[in-house]
Each structure stands twice: as structure tokens, then as C-alpha cells.
């Protein structure tokens, strides 16, 4: 279940009900998930996306900043999204 979450995440799931829905299991639950995923250095919470290339392109563009708290995966995790495909 970690690693349909870690693609899940890199998909761009932008919310804990989207991603307990996605998961199939309660948003109490998906909340365990992502700290367990941060406990394991595979994801880092994120308050407001730092874009280089700011919001130009972004498929969160205009609602990244509305969302309570936003997840990115650390390259150890898009290793393993990568390879959970």
C-alpha cells in the first residue's frame, strides 16, 4: 500500500480524502501512510510547492497554495514510484 501511495503522490493526488479514496482506506489511515512514508525518507511534507519555474506549466497551478498540505517525494521516493510502475 506504501508504494501505490508514494504513485499515487508523484500522479499529483493533491488531497489526504483524494488519496484515502484512491488508497481505498480511511483518511485517518492515509495520514499514517504519509508519516510512515516520511518516518522512511521517502516523502517530505511541503507547505507551498518552492517552483523554480513557479506555477507556468504546473498541473497544480492556482491550487497548490489553497490546499491544507501538499507532499514531495524525495528522490529515494521517485526512485521507488518510478519503479513501483
Known amino acids: 500500500m506504501l508504494e ?3 504513485v499515487l503522490i508523484e500522479r499529483g493526488v493533491g488531497s489526504l480524502d483524494e488519496l484515502a ?3 481505498g482506506v480511511s483518511p485517518e489511515l492515509a495520514r499514517e ?13 511541503a507547505r507551498a510547492m518552492q517552483c ?9 497551478a492556482g491550487s497548490c497554495h489553497s490546499l491544507p ?3 514531495a517525494l ?6 521507488a514510484a518510478q519503479a513501483s510502475l
Do not use: D, N
Open 52 to 60: 523554480a519555474s513557479g506555477c507556468q506549466g504546473c498541473p497544480m
Open 21 to 23: 479514496l484512491q488508497l
Open 74 to 79: 524525495t528522490e529515494k521516493g521517485q526512485r
Open 69 to 71: 498540505f501538499m507532499w
Open 33 to 45: 501512510l504519509l508519516l510512515q512514508l516520511v518516518r522512511l525518507g521517502y516523502l517530505r511534507p
Open 4 to 6: 501505490r501511495a508514494l
